[in-house]
């Protein structure tokens, strides 16, 4: 039977928890993005210009809006 260690030695391991990282820092640059649409929008910035700025769509600003 395959001990943790040595597990951690495989490459598929290590490509998966590559992959994991990746994936998970893409998502924290994500939210933490959305998190600032808010009160860039309270600034009086249109969705647009945020959008334009941050690299996230119209759609994803908008969503990123609190409801009215």
Excluded at 8 to 21: F, M, S
Excluded at 29 to 40: D, F, I, M, S
Aim: hydrophobic share 40%; glycine share 10%.
């Amino acid at each position: 039977m395959l001990e943790l260690g040595s597990i951690k030695k495989t490459r598929v391991y290590r490509e998966a928890l590559q992959e994991g990282e990746s994936i998970g820092e893409a998502r924290g640059l994500l939210r933490g993005k959305l998190g600032a649409v808010p009160a860039l929008y309270l600034r009086n910035f249109s969705v647009e210009e945020i959008a334009e700025a941050s690299g996230l769509t119209v759609d994803q600003v908008q969503s990123a809006l609190p409801k009215s």
